[in-house]
């Protein structure tokens, strides 16, 4: 079935690292991907994504690439802040499976001053 | 455009009590989906309802259950309370076309003492 799989978790960076949270998927059909960031005590926000093969989407300085022949959507960003300290989901969602999405175990982010 | 707005924000039960959960989707959305979120654990589906049907349903005991209304507001029932059912809950809603992506709540907590 569809599934995301993605990098583990905690992940600690010092302020103005570059940050790379890894994603790889598997779906039968051809899935819209998503990133999702969950700040302390709040819902999950859509951060990003990308719709088909090679797309990239960005936002708030994060970006992420559809990559289909790796079946990845690595979440990067060149200069991490402290108030980027979340939670961060992946996510696919495809019409194979109802429209309903699937999502990965989530990765901790701490950026340290 | 108002967001998906979920009540109560908290929400403290005793083991055995019935809790209820409310959710209302942004304007326009008829999918509503639940997910619990347990302390330190990712997203755990629960149920999605679309125009008035439950569509489909996560591992998890009929004890939880839910409906969705005409207007497309969703509640969530939780019978029996357990300890373990202490979680955050939330609700998303989205589009007709996935490639939105879902837009989510803020939750509400629920702890069962």
């Known amino acids: 079935g569809d599934s995301v799989t993605q990098m583990e978790g905690p992940v600690t960076l010092s302020e103005e690292a570059f940050l790379t949270i890894n994603c790889t998927y598997t779906a039968t059909g051809y899935p819209s991907l998503f990133w999702y960031v969950q700040y302390p005590g709040e819902g999950l926000q859509l951060l990003l994504k990308a719709t088909k093969a090679d797309d990239k989407g960005s936002n708030k300085g994060f970006e992420a690439t559809y990559r289909k022949e790796t079946t990845s959507f690595h979440l990067e960003k060149g200069s991490v802040q402290v108030s980027d300290s979340a939670v961060y989901f992946c996510a696919l969602g495809t019409v194979n499976t109802g429209n309903q999405f699937y999502f990965g175990t989530g990765t901790s982010l701490t950026v340290i001053p | 455009e108002a967001g998906v707005t979920q009540s109560p924000t908290h929400l403290i039960k005793t083991r055995g009590q019935q809790a209820t959960l409310r959710c209302s989707p942004i304007?326009?959305?008829?999918?509503v989906y639940w997910y619990q979120q347990a302390l330190g654990l990712g997203l755990q589906f629960l149920l999605w309802?679309?125009?008035?049907?439950?569509?489909n349903r996560g591992n998890f005991p009929p004890r939880f259950s839910g409906r969705q209304f005409p207007n497309y507001s969703s509640e969530l029932n939780v019978n029996a309370l357990e300890l373990e059912d202490s979680a955050l809950y939330l609700c998303?809603?989205?589009?007709?076309?996935?490639?939105?992506?879902?837009?989510f709540g803020s939750g509400t907590r629920l702890t069962v003492v």
């Open positions: 998303a809603s989205r589009w007709a076309t996935l490639n939105y992506g879902y837009t």
């Open positions: 304007s326009g959305h008829t999918s």
């Open positions: 309802y679309d125009e008035g049907e439950e569509r």
